[in-house]
Structure formats: structure tokens, C-alpha cells
């Protein structure tokens, strides 16, 4: 793991959890949702983010708007960006009338919001976020590599597609955003993908990295053992 050079982030809205990783150092920033925080049991937006960043100081963090209106969307954005520094504000691609958020991204982003532009899935959404943004303004373009994957496409040529297209601008990173199993971290890191978001229980799945492949067949078959045990099955 150490060899990799791809940020960590953690995906989630578990307000005890995010402390610990910022804590422990155990990652290098955090990226959250509505869906996530709603899952969460979270009913004060700003409550939610006013708590976290009254522990999460240094860490990059995002939050995201959530109206349906591009006007209001951007008054969201600057209330947002005003909570602290190290926040990234998260404005989805498109309004669920598919309504693109390009020129919204391209007002906040020339002035200066730091913008986590999210829900891109094709290479025309990252060519278009990308003329949107202001490349002297940090920013990050999130990729649903997962959710690609899981449209039976392989995300990589996406990833890598948008890893070339910034390369020559240190202010905008991509992440692999909605990340289903530990091996997307080496394939993000294989696409050049600066960042990648993982879930808490993809975090904890981490400590298996580099287990012996017979070591980690033994662990499964103890594991079907005691379980059946535990069930008292009998055939
Ligand atoms: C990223 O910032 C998103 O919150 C996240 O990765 C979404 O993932 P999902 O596809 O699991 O909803």
C-alpha cells in the first residue's frame, strides 16, 4: 500500500467514524452524499457538516448541494463553501431533468469555490466538466467507475481518458467514485486516478491486502465450518 500513489478517501456519514479516520490518519479526506447521509439518519444538513468540520480541520471533505434548481444549487454551493476551507462542494452533472450543471460549475468555478463535481460517467461529462473548470482553482472530477462496472462497461479506459486529459493540471484531480471491492484501488492507481473514495467497508477490507492466497482459503473454509456448527445443520 505504501507504494501506491493514489489518496484514500472515505465515502460515508458516520459522523464517529469520520473522526476516527481523521484522527488516525487512516485516510486522506472524505467525500459524503445526500443518499449517504439520509442513510445515515442525518436531518440537519448543516447541523451534520457544521459537526464534522468542527473535527475535520485539514482534510479535503465534500459536501453536496441537493436542490433540483441551478439557481439554487449555486446559493447552496456558497453557503457550503463558506463552512470551512479544506471544503469541496459537490454539484452533480446534471439536475434530475438532465439539465447539465456545466455552466453553473463554470460560474462557481471562476469564483474560486474549490468544486467536487460528481455523477460523471462518460467521457463527454469529463471533457465538458473539464472546459468548465477553472484550472487555477483546486477541484476534483468524481467518476461512478463502480457504477460503470456495474452497467457491464469497463470503467478503466474512462479513468485513465480523464487521468490524461488533467495531467497537465496539478489543480484538478479524479477520483473513482463509487468503488465496489479493494482491487479498484489498483486499478485506479494502474488509471493514474489521483484519488479514490472507498466505503467503510471497503476501508476495513483493506486489512487484507497482500493476505497468502492459501492462508485466506483456510480463513473462508474455518469460516463455513464454524458457522455451520453455529447453525447446528445435519444432513
Ligand atoms: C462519491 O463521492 C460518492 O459519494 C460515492 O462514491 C457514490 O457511490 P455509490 O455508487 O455507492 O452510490
Not at 116 to 132: P, R, S
Request: aromatic share 10%; proline share 3%.
Amino acid at each position: 500500500m505504501n507504494d501506491l500513489n493514489i489518496k484514500i478517501y472515505s465515502d460515508g456519514a458516520d459522523v464517529d467514524e469520520m473522526i476516527l479516520a481523521d484522527k488516525q490518519n487512516t485516510v486522506d479526506g472524505f467525500t459524503t452524499n445526500p443518499t449517504l447521509m439520509a442513510r445515515a439518519g442525518v436531518t440537519d444538513y448543516l447541523g451534520f457538516a457544521k459537526e464534522v468540520l468542527s473535527h475535520v480541520k485539514e482534510k479535503s471533505i465534500s459536501f453536496e448541494v441537493f436542490s433540483d434548481d441551478i439557481n439554487e444549487m449555486y446559493d447552496q454551493a456558497m453557503t457550503l463553501k463558506d463552512l470551512g476551507d479544506n471544503v469541496y462542494v459537490k454539484i452533480p452533472v446534471t439536475n434530475t431533468k438532465q439539465e447539465y450543471t456545466y455552466d453553473l460549475v463554470n460560474k462557481l468555478s471562476n469564483e474560486s469555490v474549490k468544486l467536487n463535481v460528481t455523477a460523471l460517467f462518460t467521457q463527454t461529462h469529463i471533457d465538458e466538466v473539464f472546459k468548465a473548470l477553472n484550472n487555477k482553482v483546486p477541484s476534483i472530477i468524481s467518476i461512478f467507475a463502480g457504477r460503470i462496472a456495474n452497467a457491464g462497461i469497463d470503467p478503466e479506459p474512462t479513468m485513465l481518458y480523464a487521468s490524461n486529459l488533467v495531467k497537465e493540471y496539478p489543480n484538478i484531480e479524479t477520483l473513482w467514485a463509487s468503488s465496489r471491492e479493494v482491487f479498484n484501488i489498483f486499478q485506479a492507481e494502474r488509471c493514474g486516478t489521483d484519488i479514490i473514495t472507498l466505503p467503510p467497508n471497503l476501508l476495513s477490507a483493506m486489512k487484507d491486502i497482500g493476505t497468502d492466497l492459501d492462508d485466506f482459503s483456510l480463513d473462508t473454509v474455518k469460516m463455513f465450518f464454524k458457522d455451520s456448527v453455529a447453525a447446528g445443520f445435519k444432513i
